[in-house]
């Protein structure tokens, strides 16, 4: 789904319309370059629209809610799991249990955090 669908239909509920609010209005314009020319952006938009009126993103027909993320943001498993990490890691995300996340219309996201995470050295595990 084009991301001008996502802006223009009506959203899931009142949280998940807040989330697209500052989404779109707010944090995009206050967000990093290195954010913007990732696909941390987009994996946010997708965040928005799989999520229920409680702001809760849980996996589609028992698939894994990283799986699901990752065909709808057309990213690797690798990318889909860095990005939710920075996206908790801003504030704008919350990890709930296992296999669930929650949306978090935060007042001030932590960009710095976000950039930080992704930016940082990925630790390597070398096979014995």
């Given at each position: 789904m084009p991301a001008?669908?996502?802006v223009t239909r009506p959203s899931?509920?009142?949280l998940a319309a807040?989330?697209?609010g500052l989404l779109a209005r707010e944090w995009e314009p206050a967000m990093p370059a290195v954010?913007?020319?990732s696909r941390f952006?987009?994996?946010l938009y997708v965040l928005h629209d799989r999520a229920d009126q409680l702001g809760h993103v849980r996996p589609r027909h028992g698939a894994d809610v990283?799986?699901?993320l990752t065909r709808g943001a057309c990213l690797?498993?690798?990318d889909t799991v860095r990005y939710l990490a920075a996206a908790v890691a801003a504030g704008v995300a919350?990890?709930?249990g296992t296999d669930a996340y929650a949306l978090r219309p935060a007042a001030v996201p932590d960009w710095s955090a976000a950039v930080d995470h992704l930016t940082a050295p990925r630790e390597r595990t070398t096979a014995p």
């Amino acid at each position: 789904m084009p991301a001008v669908d996502l802006v223009t239909r009506p959203s899931a509920g009142p949280l998940a319309a807040a989330y697209l609010g500052l989404l779109a209005r707010e944090w995009e314009p206050a967000m990093p370059a290195v954010l913007l020319r990732s696909r941390f952006l987009g994996l946010l938009y997708v965040l928005h629209d799989r999520a229920d009126q409680l702001g809760h993103v849980r996996p589609r027909h028992g698939a894994d809610v990283v799986q699901d993320l990752t065909r709808g943001a057309c990213l690797s498993t690798e990318d889909t799991v860095r990005y939710l990490a920075a996206a908790v890691a801003a504030g704008v995300a919350v990890r709930h249990g296992t296999d669930a996340y929650a949306l978090r219309p935060a007042a001030v996201p932590d960009w710095s955090a976000a950039v930080d995470h992704l930016t940082a050295p990925r630790e390597r595990t070398t096979a014995p």
